[in-house]
T-cell receptor
């Protein structure tokens, strides 16, 4: 059974800081992992899909890394902005159907 | 192109009533997933469709929950005899994926249906 833990659970920072969000998972037999953001009362927005063969994936100010052997993924956010305020979720897939298992998320607040 | 759409966006019902939630996936996406998020809790998987078949229903919490998909497109999640613990946001996602272990595709989520059972 896949279990996902995200640290920290909440983070409040001033605008402009570089951030590190951590995700750990128990079943390392995964080929990829997806990061999402969720705004209050909204659905999930896909940020990055990182394949294990890639080890890193970048989109704008976001960079995600994946280390299967240690069961960890990290999301880096550079030069944070108030618009980055949201809950960030990591989700490794499981099973032949690639069902996602979610962590509790990191609730980020970026203050102007 | 349109994203995943869900209807209704909000549903308030009385305990014991049946409800139907609808999901329209992205056109051409063969895989479709239902998840739910109860207040203060993480997202949990309910059911997965590949085409019109449901190879994995392991997340459905009870036999009051059922889902179907037709035309490899729209899916309906039905909850019979609703209970207060069914109150949650029900999210649908779709992907191009064929369900193969090595060919995972990115999942795209709809805005969700907020269900409140009084």
């Amino acid at each position: 059974k896949q279990e996902v833990t995200q640290i920290p659970a909440a983070l409040s920072v001033p605008e402009g800081e570089n951030l590190v969000l951590n995700c750990s998972f128990t079943d390392s037999a995964i080929y990829n992992l997806q990061w999402f953001r969720q705004d209050p009362g909204k659905g999930l927005t896909s940020l990055l899909l990182i394949q294990s063969s890639q080890r890193e994936q970048t989109s704008g100010r976001l960079n995600a890394s994946l280390d299967k052997s240690s069961g960890r993924s990290t999301l880096y956010i550079a030069a944070s902005q108030p618009g980055d305020s949201a809950t960030y979720l990591c989700a490794p897939p499981r099973g032949a159907g690639n069902m996602l298992t979610f962590g509790g998320g990191t609730r980020l607040m970026v203050k102007p | 192109g349109a994203g995943v759409s869900q209807s209704p966006s909000n549903k308030v019902t009385e305990k014991g009533k049946d409800v139907e939630l609808r999901c329209d996936p992205i056109s051409g996406h063969t895989a479709l997933y239902w998840y739910r998020q109860r207040l203060g809790q993480g997202l949990e998987f309910l059911i997965y469709f590949q085409g019109n078949s449901a190879p994995d229903k392991s997340g459905l919490p009870s036999d009051r929950f059922s889902a179907e998909r037709t035309g490899e497109s729209v899916s309906t999640l039905t909850i019979q005899r609703t209970q207060q613990e069914d109150s949650a946001v029900y999210l649908c996602a779709s992907s191009r994926g064929q369900g193969d272990w090595g060919s995972y595709n990115e999942q795209f989520f709809g805005p969700g249906t907020r269900l409140t059972v009084l």
